[in-house]
């Protein structure tokens, strides 16, 4: 989209029934690699960068129909020690023999530290990450229409819970140790973003309404990277939760490492918090807008929210939405208003961080609301809400049919 003129982009616009915030013309991107951890005083747009060497390798398995034998030899393959599975084939094993490891800007001790700060913090991430930005990504127009119409967007229950096997794996409290799984989960992601790259250009739906050429860019990874780990930033500091400038530092390098694993390149990953605020300033928040299939996605992760298990009702949950991401987003998505679960959640959750992060001994009155949503919604996004183990990640084999 960054490409294209401005009229081509309200004609677009107007097709897709956006709304007038995502009408504006796209700026030029000038957001400097001095701020990434390449520190090269260069400008390139991240959005006409994609991932040329697990392309290729995902469009020979496409070829030689090899997607289904892959999915099953990697079934076993989940820990980062584990060694590469049999039955895959050789061009796969020599392109995971490179990139199944870390950075070699990568500090250990970092990412220990991030393990201790992510067991600590790991209720209120749930929070902000799975529902918040779960559902800010629906307002992300390239991402929400990339999802739709993949095969995994006509079941967005398994899909939500394939994708918070990442976030899962990489909050985990041994993420990096041999036996953490993060390393091969951010490596079968890459695969699958690969998948989509060459799949989604071949359907006739997303071509329809597609406002460049191939989706997922280094620069709409990097915006989803914004609407999970920036907005769960600032959230840790708007409930108040206490993090040193050791702790803050650490989550960053966490994110940074996962960026490079995902197939991210070192000159668009920021090298600060202050960085990747920039950052977000100019490619997440200009750029969010409601969309049709946006708002169906929306709201069918929110029906499976709703659903009994999770001890509380849909207003309360429309509500928490709201809280998190604001109430221009929540109307563009139409969400219902529930006055009473807003009073609740605007004066007890502050409270409920305050209590459990020991700044105040008194608990609020919606305490075993807030325990039980956060229970619920943990549960659901692991496993289809059905048990405590995880839903593998596997390669797409087509697109969504019509
Ligand atoms: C698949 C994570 C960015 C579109 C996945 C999966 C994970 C994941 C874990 C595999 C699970 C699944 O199949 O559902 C991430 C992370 C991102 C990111 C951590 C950035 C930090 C994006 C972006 C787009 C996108 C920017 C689109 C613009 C997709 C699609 C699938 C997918 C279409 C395949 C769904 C299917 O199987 O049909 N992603 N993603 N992702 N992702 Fe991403």
């Given at each position: 989209m960054e490409s294209l003129s401005r009229r081509r982009v309200l004609t677009l616009g107007a097709a897709l029934g956006l709304t007038t915030a995502a009408l504006e013309a796209p700026k030029p991107w000038s957001w400097s690699s001095a701020g990434s951890i390449a520190k090269a005083d260069t400008v390139t747009d991240p959005f006409s960068v994609w991932d040329p060497v697990p392309d290729q390798v995902a469009a020979q398995l496409l070829?030689?129909?090899?997607?289904?034998?892959?999915?099953?030899?990697?079934?076993?393959?989940?820990?980062n020690s584990d060694p590469l599975p049999?039955?895959?084939?050789?061009?796969?094993?020599?392109?995971?023999?490179?990139v199944n490891q870390l950075p070699s800007w990568a500090d250990s001790s970092m990412l220990a530290a991030s393990e201790k700060l992510y067991t600590r913090l790991s209720s209120y991430l749930f929070v902000s990450e799975s529902l918040g930005s779960g559902i800010l990504s629906t307002v992300i127009p390239r991402e929400a229409r990339a999802v739709y119409w993949s095969a995994g967007g006509a079941d967005m229950k398994a899909r939500a819970a394939k994708t918070f096997t990442f976030g899962y794996d990489l909050h985990s409290g041994s993420a990096w140790h041999p036996t953490g799984h993060f390393?091969?989960?951010?490596?079968?992601?890459?695969?699958?973003?690969?998948?989509?790259?060459?799949?989604?250009?071949?359907?006739?739906?997303?071509?329809?309404?597609?406002?460049?050429?191939?989706?997922?860019?280094?620069?709409?990874?990097?915006?989803?990277?914004h609407s999970v780990a920036t907005v769960a930033h600032n959230n840790m500091q708007k409930w108040g939760v206490k993090l040193s400038a050791a702790e803050q530092a650490a989550d960053l390098h966490a994110w940074q490492v996962a960026l490079h694993l995902l197939g991210v390149q070192d000159q668009f990953i920021p090298q600060s918090w202050a960085d990747a605020q920039a950052q977000a300033q100019q490619m997440l928040w200009p750029n969010l807008a409601s969309t049709t299939e946006g708002v169906n996605l929306a709201h069918t992760l929110l029906g499976y929210i709703e659903q009994p298990t999770l001890g509380v009702d849909t207003g309360f949950v429309s509500e928490m939405v709201r809280y998190l991401i604001g109430d221009t987003y929540s109307d563009w998505l139409k969400l219902p208003h529930d006055l009473v679960s807003r009073a609740l959640i605007q004066a007890g959750w502050p409270l409920y961080v305050a209590f459990r992060e020991g700044t105040s001994s008194t608990a609020p009155s919606g305490y075993s609301l807030f325990d039980s949503f956060i229970r619920g919604v943990a549960m659901l996004y692991l496993n289809n809400g059905t048990s405590a183990t995880q839903t593998p990640i596997t390669l797409p084999t087509a697109n969504r049919p019509g």
């Open positions: 070829a030689d129909g090899k997607i289904s034998a892959v999915n099953t030899a990697w079934q076993s393959w989940v820990n049999s039955g895959m084939p050789s061009y796969l094993v020599s392109y995971l023999q490179q390393i091969v989960s951010a490596n079968k992601t890459r695969l699958v973003h690969s998948m989509v790259r060459n799949l989604l250009p071949t359907s006739t739906h997303y071509e329809a309404t597609a406002d460049e050429s191939k989706p997922i860019s280094n620069g709409d990874i990097l915006r989803t990277f």
